[in-house]
């Protein structure tokens, strides 16, 4: 079994292919690693008090979010002791139940893994310009993604 090489690079990708979790995570595996966490983002279907959502659709600059991303990873890395990280985002239209969001983390104890997971997908939802829309039957509106 390969255990990853420690000096594999971060990977981050914003793109309309599936996410595929055990791709994930087989970015941040890392002989050096003692933990993996990974977060999956999936479509619900209801938000704020609307049930019946249907679909999503995931617009964004391709470019600027995946800077946007390195740049939220960089700031994990100043803070915690992480071997890898992956981070990836759908764009395009999602139904319910798919991933639309994950983010994979490796590091020597679960504790930093944790954090840095949890600090990453939270900025990555608060701070990454992606235009989502909502579709329920009958209607469909832009909203603004928030850290849950």
């Keep these: 079994m390969d255990t990853g090489d420690v000096s594999r690079p ?7 292919a599936p996410i595929d979790p055990g791709l994930l995570v087989d970015a941040v595996r890392r002989s050096d690693a003692g933990a993996i966490v990974l977060f999956l983002g999936t479509v619900r279907d209801h938000s704020e ?22 740049e939220i990873v960089a700031e994990a890395r100043s803070r ?18 798919e991933a639309s969001v994950g983010v994979a983390v490796s590091a020597g104890h679960r504790p930093e893994a944790f954090d ?6 939270d900025q990555l939802k ?7 829309k ?9 909203v603004q993604e928030g850290p849950d």
Aim: hydrophobic letters at 45%; glycine letters at 10%; aromatic letters at 10%.
């Design 10 to 16: 971060d990977l981050v990708s914003v793109s309309e």
């Design 49 to 70: 008090g609307r049930q019946g959502v249907t679909h999503l659709e995931y617009e964004a600059y391709r470019e600027v979010v995946e800077a946007k991303i390195f």
């Design 80 to 97: 915690w002791r992480v071997g890898s990280v992956a981070a990836m985002h759908r764009l395009g239209t999602l139904d319910v139940g």
């Design 116 to 121: 840095a997971a949890r600090h990453l997908i």
């Design 126 to 132: 608060s701070r990454a310009p992606i235009w989502k």
């Design 134 to 142: 909502e579709h329920w039957p009958g209607g469909a509106e832009w």
